[in-house]
């Protein structure tokens, strides 16, 4: 990858639906050369996909909450990831350093769907207790992978 990879991946960032000759114009390369460009970093998985990003208040899942998960002992990566896909509010899930063993993003529509997302969490054998904070307003969105 070089600084032109670079260059169009950011403005790929900004609108995945800029055309090639918008980012050949941007980056000094024609539509083709941004073509070839693109379709190599696809090849190579340099570039996982492309996807649209929903306003979760027209989605209608607009509550958001943070959540530190606790285990029981020594749970491995690989039984958090089972545990966790089988919710589907969990927007994100990491293990982390610290105290906590994981940190959960979860998006639901309301309160009591937060709720009833944690309690499918909590029941987990391995899960001990969780702690959460829930979203009041957004500062600062980046899309950074």
Same mark, same amino acid.
């Given at each position: 990858?070089? $600084?032109?990879?670079? $260059?169009?991946?950011?403005?790929? &960032?900004? $609108? ?10 941007? %980056?000094?390369?024609? !539509? ?10 696809? *090849? ?8 649209? $990003?929903? =306003?979760?208040?027209? =989605?209608?899942?607009?509550?958001? *909450? ?19 896909? #089988? ?5 994100? *899930? ?5 105290? #906590?063993? #994981? @940190?959960? &993003?979860? /998006?639901?529509? =309301? ?5 009833? *997302?944690?309690?499918?969490? &909590? %029941? ?6 969780? /702690?959460? !904070? ?5 500062? %600062?969105?980046?899309? @950074?992978?």
């Amino acid at each position: 990858m070089d $600084n032109l990879d670079r $260059n169009i991946i950011d403005l790929l &960032r900004e $609108n995945s639906r800029a055309s090639y000759g918008d980012i050949g114009s941007r %980056v000094g390369l024609s !539509a083709s050369a941004v073509k070839r460009r693109i379709d190599r970093l696809v *090849a190579d998985g340099v570039i996982r996909g492309f996807t649209i $990003n929903v =306003d979760p208040t027209i =989605d209608g899942m607009s509550t958001e *909450a943070y959540v530190e998960l606790f285990c029981r002992g020594t749970v491995s990566p690989s039984e958090l990831q089972r545990i966790l896909s #089988a919710v589907p509010e969990v927007a994100d *899930a990491c293990t982390v350093s610290g105290s #906590a063993d #994981a @940190i959960l &993003r979860i /998006r639901s529509r =309301d309160i009591p769907s937060l709720e009833a *997302a944690l309690e499918r969490v &909590r %029941v987990a054998p391995s899960v001990d207790h969780t /702690r959460s !904070a829930i979203v009041l307003s957004r500062l %600062v969105h980046r899309e @950074i992978e």
